[in-house]
Protein backbone atom coordinates (compact mmCIF):
# COMPACT_ATOMS: atom_id res chain seq x y z
CA UNK A 1 0.00 0.00 0.00
CA UNK A 2 1.36 3.44 -0.81
CA UNK A 3 0.58 6.55 1.26
CA UNK A 4 0.33 10.50 -0.01
CA UNK A 5 0.67 13.46 1.94
CA UNK A 6 -1.57 16.07 0.42
CA UNK A 7 -3.29 19.26 1.30
CA UNK A 8 -7.01 20.23 0.03
CA UNK A 9 -9.10 23.57 0.36
CA UNK A 10 -8.92 23.12 4.30
CA UNK A 11 -7.24 20.35 5.82
CA UNK A 12 -3.63 18.46 4.78
CA UNK A 13 -4.55 15.02 4.78
CA UNK A 14 -3.35 11.32 3.58
CA UNK A 15 -4.19 9.01 0.94
CA UNK A 16 -3.66 5.65 1.43
CA UNK A 17 -3.63 3.73 -1.83
CA UNK A 18 -4.83 0.29 -2.50
CA UNK A 19 -2.33 -2.34 -3.56
CA UNK A 20 -2.67 -2.23 -7.18
CA UNK A 21 -4.51 1.31 -7.92
CA UNK A 22 -5.53 2.09 -10.92
CA UNK A 23 -6.25 5.66 -11.02
CA UNK A 24 -9.77 6.72 -13.26
CA UNK A 25 -11.32 3.04 -11.56
CA UNK A 26 -13.86 4.38 -8.74
CA UNK A 27 -12.67 2.37 -5.09
CA UNK A 28 -14.90 2.40 -1.82
CA UNK A 29 -13.39 5.27 0.58
CA UNK A 30 -13.02 4.87 4.01
CA UNK A 31 -12.37 8.20 5.94
CA UNK A 32 -10.52 7.99 9.16
CA UNK A 33 -10.39 10.77 11.49
CA UNK A 34 -7.68 10.76 14.46
CA UNK A 35 -7.91 11.09 17.89
CA UNK A 36 -6.88 14.10 19.78
CA UNK A 37 -3.12 14.80 19.87
CA UNK A 38 -2.52 12.55 17.15
CA UNK A 39 -2.29 13.24 13.48
CA UNK A 40 -3.62 12.08 10.12
CA UNK A 41 -1.00 9.15 10.16
CA UNK A 42 -2.45 7.61 13.33
CA UNK A 43 -5.08 5.87 11.59
CA UNK A 44 -3.19 5.03 8.37
CA UNK A 45 -2.06 1.94 9.93
CA UNK A 46 -5.12 -0.04 9.94
CA UNK A 47 -5.43 0.20 6.38
CA UNK A 48 -3.76 -2.84 5.50
CA UNK A 49 -5.19 -4.52 8.34
CA UNK A 50 -9.25 -3.78 7.09
CA UNK A 51 -8.09 -4.54 3.28
CA UNK A 52 -5.47 -4.11 1.12
CA UNK A 53 -7.01 -4.29 -2.30
CA UNK A 54 -10.56 -2.95 -2.25
CA UNK A 55 -10.69 0.78 -0.84
CA UNK A 56 -8.82 4.08 -0.47
CA UNK A 57 -8.54 5.84 2.83
CA UNK A 58 -8.66 9.09 3.48
CA UNK A 59 -6.99 10.15 6.78
CA UNK A 60 -6.83 14.00 7.65
CA UNK A 61 -5.24 16.42 9.66
CA UNK A 62 -7.40 17.74 12.40
CA UNK A 63 -6.93 21.66 11.64
CA UNK A 64 -5.47 22.25 14.86
CA UNK A 65 -2.02 22.11 16.35
CA UNK A 66 -2.04 21.59 20.11
CA UNK A 67 0.43 21.01 22.75
CA UNK A 68 0.48 16.95 23.70
CA UNK A 69 4.12 17.27 26.22
CA UNK A 70 7.19 19.18 26.57
CA UNK A 71 8.78 19.71 22.77
CA UNK A 72 5.66 17.83 20.85
CA UNK A 73 2.57 18.91 19.28
CA UNK A 74 -0.49 17.00 17.94
CA UNK A 75 -3.35 17.93 15.91
CA UNK A 76 -7.30 18.42 17.91
CA UNK A 77 -10.53 18.57 15.67
CA UNK A 78 -11.64 21.22 18.26
CA UNK A 79 -10.07 22.43 21.53
CA UNK A 80 -10.25 19.48 25.26
CA UNK A 81 -13.70 20.45 26.20
CA UNK A 82 -14.24 22.23 23.11
CA UNK A 83 -17.28 19.14 22.43
CA UNK A 84 -19.57 22.26 24.56
CA UNK A 85 -18.72 25.17 22.36
CA UNK A 86 -20.88 24.78 19.17
CA UNK A 87 -18.40 27.10 17.37
CA UNK A 88 -15.05 25.31 17.72
CA UNK A 89 -17.61 22.00 16.82
CA UNK A 90 -19.38 23.84 13.71
CA UNK A 91 -15.81 25.29 12.22
CA UNK A 92 -14.46 21.42 12.39
CA UNK A 93 -17.34 20.09 10.62
CA UNK A 94 -17.09 22.63 7.99
CA UNK A 95 -13.38 21.85 7.04
CA UNK A 96 -13.85 18.51 7.53
CA UNK A 97 -17.29 18.62 5.04
CA UNK A 98 -15.23 20.81 2.46
CA UNK A 99 -12.47 17.60 2.54
CA UNK A 100 -14.67 15.26 1.98
CA UNK A 101 -16.29 16.57 -0.59
CA UNK A 102 -13.08 17.08 -2.41
CA UNK A 103 -11.82 13.65 -1.96
CA UNK A 104 -15.13 12.31 -3.16
CA UNK A 105 -15.22 14.18 -6.30
CA UNK A 106 -11.55 13.46 -6.67
CA UNK A 107 -11.95 10.09 -6.80
CA UNK A 108 -15.14 9.50 -8.17
CA UNK A 109 -16.38 7.55 -5.05
CA UNK A 110 -19.43 5.94 -5.76
CA UNK A 111 -22.60 6.76 -3.94
CA UNK A 112 -23.22 4.69 -1.20
CA UNK A 113 -19.54 3.34 -1.30
CA UNK A 114 -17.99 5.44 1.98
CA UNK A 115 -17.34 5.05 5.19
CA UNK A 116 -16.60 7.47 8.00
CA UNK A 117 -14.24 5.38 11.36
CA UNK A 118 -13.67 7.62 13.84
CA UNK A 119 -11.42 7.08 16.88
CA UNK A 120 -11.78 9.12 20.44
CA UNK A 121 -12.27 12.86 19.62
CA UNK A 122 -12.41 11.80 15.90
CA UNK A 123 -15.38 9.39 17.10
CA UNK A 124 -17.32 12.00 18.67
CA UNK A 125 -16.97 13.76 15.36
CA UNK A 126 -17.97 10.43 13.46
CA UNK A 127 -21.35 10.91 14.91
CA UNK A 128 -22.11 14.90 14.51
CA UNK A 129 -20.67 14.53 10.88
CA UNK A 130 -21.88 11.42 9.68
CA UNK A 131 -24.70 10.69 11.33
CA UNK A 132 -26.95 13.53 9.44
CA UNK A 133 -25.20 12.23 5.76
CA UNK A 134 -26.50 8.80 5.17
CA UNK A 135 -26.41 9.78 1.54
CA UNK A 136 -22.69 10.29 2.10
CA UNK A 137 -21.33 7.53 4.15
CA UNK A 138 -23.70 4.24 4.17
CA UNK A 139 -21.44 3.70 7.50
CA UNK A 140 -20.24 4.77 10.62
CA UNK A 141 -17.62 3.18 12.47
CA UNK A 142 -17.11 5.10 16.38
CA UNK A 143 -14.07 3.37 18.69
CA UNK A 144 -13.83 5.01 22.07
CA UNK A 145 -16.03 8.31 20.67
CA UNK A 146 -18.29 10.22 23.34
CA UNK A 147 -21.87 10.72 21.87
CA UNK A 148 -22.00 14.60 23.30
CA UNK A 149 -25.05 16.68 23.12
CA UNK A 150 -27.32 14.73 21.51
CA UNK A 151 -30.33 16.02 21.42
CA UNK A 152 -28.62 19.00 19.28
CA UNK A 153 -28.08 16.10 17.15
CA UNK A 154 -31.29 14.73 17.13
CA UNK A 155 -32.44 18.10 14.86
CA UNK A 156 -30.10 16.88 12.27
CA UNK A 157 -30.69 13.61 11.78
CA UNK A 158 -33.01 12.32 8.44
CA UNK A 159 -36.65 10.83 9.34
CA UNK A 160 -34.93 7.37 8.36
CA UNK A 161 -31.87 6.00 9.40
CA UNK A 162 -30.29 3.12 7.66
CA UNK A 163 -26.91 3.32 8.01
CA UNK A 164 -24.64 0.94 9.45
CA UNK A 165 -23.07 1.50 12.71
CA UNK A 166 -20.15 -0.10 14.53
CA UNK A 167 -19.63 1.05 18.01
CA UNK A 168 -16.97 0.00 20.33
CA UNK A 169 -15.44 0.96 23.53
CA UNK A 170 -13.60 -0.19 26.02
CA UNK A 171 -15.05 -0.47 29.90
CA UNK A 172 -11.77 0.17 31.28
CA UNK A 173 -10.78 3.65 29.29
CA UNK A 174 -11.51 6.44 32.30
CA UNK A 175 -11.16 9.50 29.35
CA UNK A 176 -15.03 9.18 28.88
CA UNK A 177 -17.64 8.63 31.58
CA UNK A 178 -19.84 5.70 31.05
CA UNK A 179 -22.84 8.20 30.43
CA UNK A 180 -20.97 9.44 27.52
CA UNK A 181 -20.93 5.90 25.66
CA UNK A 182 -24.34 5.09 25.79
CA UNK A 183 -26.06 5.63 22.52
Known amino acids: MKAVESRGSTLEYL???????EAGVPYPMIVCL????ADMRDLAGLASAIDQTGYLYICPNAPLA???????TGRAWYEPGGNTNPAAVERALTALDALTRE?????QVPA????????????????RYGLPRP?????????SGALRNPEALLAH???TQ???????????????????REV
Do not use: C, K, W
Open 157 to 159: LPA
Open 162 to 180: EQRIFIAHGTDDGAIHNLL
Open 34 to 37: HGFG
Open 135 to 143: EMFTGLVVL
Open 112 to 127: GRALLLGFSQGGALTY
Open 15 to 21: TVFPDDY
Open 66 to 72: VPIGPGH
Open 103 to 107: VLEQY
